[in-house]
């Protein structure tokens, strides 16, 4: 699985590394989220984190 975030419609909120802390980090300078590749939460946890976003800000693909 791969991840992105599109950090146009990423408001910064968080939630995403706190449902998947192995996927989904906080960049400090931008306060944006980024995807770690490959993600290293099972796919069931990224899909909540992917699912949790309140702007759907992350896509993945197998
Ligand atoms: S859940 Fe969405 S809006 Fe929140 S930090 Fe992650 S990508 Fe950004």
């Known amino acids: 699985m791969k991840c992105i ?3 146009e419609l990423c408001i910064g909120c ?4 706190a449902v998947a802390p192995n996927s ?3 960049n400090d300078e931008t306060n944006k989220a980024e995807a770690i590749n490959p993600p ?3 796919d069931e946890t990224v899909k909540m ?3 949790s976003c309140p702007t759907a800000a992350i896509s993945c693909e197998e």
């Open 5 to 7: 975030v599109n950090e």
């Open 24 to 26: 989904f980090a906080m």
């Open 49 to 51: 984190a992917v699912d």
């Open 40 to 42: 290293g939460d099972t």
């Open 14 to 17: 968080g939630t995403c590394p």
